[in-house]
């Protein structure tokens, strides 16, 4: 059974008692009970005990094990009705160092009624001093949430003493079984293609009489479907999970079908050697955030602070929506960028009891502002974006740009061409591994070999992946193509090793 009280002082414990007692929470009183068999130097220990196993006693539902079938249907599982949070006077009340807007004190108010909220705050708009004001403003303990180490380490800088903050994985890590944490490269380290090529054995197939996969992919196949498993609230591994990935976007059914049981039964097994801690295959960072959220965890917070949560993990936003506690969600639903990782969008998908507002940007002016309404209004928001007018901003062409976004590997590569043609030396910001391994690609297809790449699975030449981009399923790999018919692999691949 994990400590979540294991940071608390006795006094803490004492307070959690009064607040379970009282809320007839047998889940917290259990984890009470547990974390006091830890503090028998304590004389005041036995009596606390006492106490909490009257509680206990006196719970109108029979306690269930917390860590123990997760089978058991979604809606048994959830908490069917949350009483409002009751919020208590900070002990020592800090004023802010600024005046809060209208929004922000809309916020604050929606906060101190105890029910859940979301915050929708645009780019810019305060959304961590608007934090900072909730957190300042109650007596009550938090958890601070975000995926970013960097942005959780300037949070706790930001944030008073009654907030932990952490990022989910820190929590999920300090609660895994001790048995992983004997060679902690069970937990950190990832598991790759090759390496299980060489421990199962794995050698090149076909599916049907077409589709020809080497090795490597099939061992990427096998750690994809784990990580849409491990990535999603789903209890077990299924055909939800399997990926269709290259040729397979045009396969027949039959196929499809076949792919799916493959990679199934390689999944399950692998996913078996992972969770054994005698195993050396690694568990890996998604494979000990699952087991997390299959346990079923408490956090011990009264409250707890979501940032970013507009790219919330799937399986931090499952167990955030088991909690107790009071839940604040907070992001901007237009700036999602953790998709590719399996993130879902929770400014759009939850719920809450309240929602409020942060629109006014403290980084630009009315330009941009008025701008980016209009761009938002096509997506269908209704409220303005409004611009600090403190500061004015301009919009217009820039002849020699400095810097260039790209969204896809396509247009990324373009950009590094053009930037050489012109006379430039560019540098590319970010991880180039996945570029040249599509372009290796290219050149294991034009030598009719079957490539590890996943963009090209099942192909068996680049005349394939030409002819599919030409189709409805192969749309997303035209620009790519056409860059590569254009320019050639070699100089492309030249182009991204330039110093």
Sequence with gaps: MQRPFISKSFAELEEVFKKAARDRDAEYLKLL?????FRNKNQKTPDLRKKVASALAKAPLKQQDLFGDAKQSTSARRPTS?????????GSRKKPKFKPTDEQSAALDAFLKGKSLKINAFAGSGKTSTLQLLANATGLRGQYLAFNKSIVADAGEKFPDTVNCSTSHSLAFRAAPAGYKQDIGKLTN???AKQLVEVLDIKRRRFGDKYAVTPDSQGYLYLETIRRYTQSADDEIGPQHVPTLGALRAAPEDILQEVSSFALDGALQVWGRMLS????LPLGHDGYLKLWGLSRP???ADYIMLDEAQDTNPVVLDILQRQRGQLIYVGDRYQQIYEWRGAVNAM??????ARTFLTTSFRFGNAIADLATKMLVK???SQPVRGNPNIVSRIGAVNNPAAVLARTNATTISAVIEALDAGHKPHLVGDKSELMDMLRGVQALKENE???????FGFKSWNEVVEFARTDEGAHLVMFVNLVEKRGEKQLMWALNRP
């Design 33 to 37: 009970d547990h974390e006091l068999s």
């Design 82 to 90: 949350k009483a409002a949070t009751v919020h208590t006077r900070p």
């Design 190 to 192: 990832r598991c790759t």
């Design 277 to 280: 801690e005698r195993d050396p």
């Design 298 to 300: 408490i956090i011990a």
């Design 348 to 353: 759009e998908a939850i719920e809450t009891d």
């Design 379 to 381: 997506l269908g928001e």
């Design 450 to 456: 079957p490539s590890t790449c996943p963009a090209f």
